[in-house]
């Protein structure tokens, strides 16, 4: 007697079921090596892209906040350069994620319509990809300390925390955009806009404690501003980061759980929106 195979919809609508995505993480694996095959393919200078596109924008932000606008690092030691680039390894791998996760089961919707997976499997290979772009950064920073003889501060024992609220900053981002942009196709031209300008509005080049005391609550209502501190302090050291840096903690926690919620409310009907 032949045996039938039955799926049922997942009735718990805050359940990742990450059994199910680790019984299917072959295909995770393969989507993830495609991305990565396919990202720098058929360019003159092929993964070079990876280092050229963090340096211009690191550049860029020094350039402006550093030597135009001459605000300070909070440390006279700190060369203003190597304290964005500490920056922007916190900044890095959300809006590298939140930018590939954006069209990702867009781009997917042939495999969508046709087979059944874990939905999730498809922002999980992009936050994979995204590493490679938090690598980068990281060998950059290694760079700029060598070359300004600036050995790690002592906190950097907490590198490996604030590394991760950043990882599942980004995840809870490229949850919450897959999601919507499958629904509201808005959110194509939304997302670029989006980091754009909250590139700026995060301490990435700028300290925290540049904004006014009567602004800091609301400031930090950005996600991303506790993360950029914290990982900065503990590459570099310094004054520890404001208590302001749990509001940062928990709206990431809130749009982690709601990113959950909301993902899987629509990937019940993915395959008849797309």
């Avoid at 550049?59 to 605000?71: D, E, N, P, R």
């Avoid at 959300?94 to 590939?100: E, I, P, T």
């Avoid at 006014?212 to 400031?219: A, G, I, R, T």
Wanted: proline share 5%; charged share 10%; net charge positive.
């Amino acid at each position: 007697m032949s045996q039938r195979l039955i799926i049922e919809p997942n009735k718990s609508i805050l359940n990742l079921n990450l059994k199910e995505v680790w019984n299917y993480r072959e295909l995770l694996w393969t989507l993830t090596y495609r991305d990565l095959r396919i990202k720098y393919a058929q360019t003159a200078i092929g993964f070079t892209w990876a280092f050229i596109n963090p340096v211009i924008t690191i550049l860029i932000l020094s350039f402006v906040f550093g030597t135009v606008a001459k605000v300070g690092t909070g440390n006279s030691e700190i060369p203003h350069l190597l304290y964005t680039t500490a920056g922007m390894c916190g900044w890095t791998y959300f809006s590298s994620l939140l930018s590939q996760a954006g069209n990702s089961i867009i781009g997917a919707q042939g495999m969508v319509k046709k087979i059944y997976f874990p939905r999730l499997i498809i922002p999980l290979s992009k936050a994979l990809t995204a590493f490679i772009d938090l690598l980068v950064v990281l060998f950059c920073i290694a760079l700029l300390m060598l070359y300004y003889q600036i050995l790690p501060a002592s906190s950097l024992i907490y590198l490996p925390f604030f590394l991760g609220v950043a990882v599942i900053s980004g995840l809870a981002g490229g949850i919450w955009m897959s999601a919507l942009t499958v629904r509201y196709r808005d959110f194509v031209q939304i997302t670029p806009l989006l980091l754009r300008v909250g590139m700026y509005a995060t301490p990435i080049a700028f300290p925290a404690s540049a904004v006014p005391e009567k602004y800091q609550l609301l400031f930090y209502l950005n996600p991303m501003a506790g993360v950029v501190e914290g990982v900065r302090w503990s590459i570099l050291g310094g004054d520890p980061p404001s208590s302001y840096i749990y509001v940062s903690f928990a709206i990431i926690l809130l749009f982690l759980i709601f990113g959950v919620f909301y993902f899987n409310n629509v990937q019940r009907k993915m395959a008849d929106i797309l």
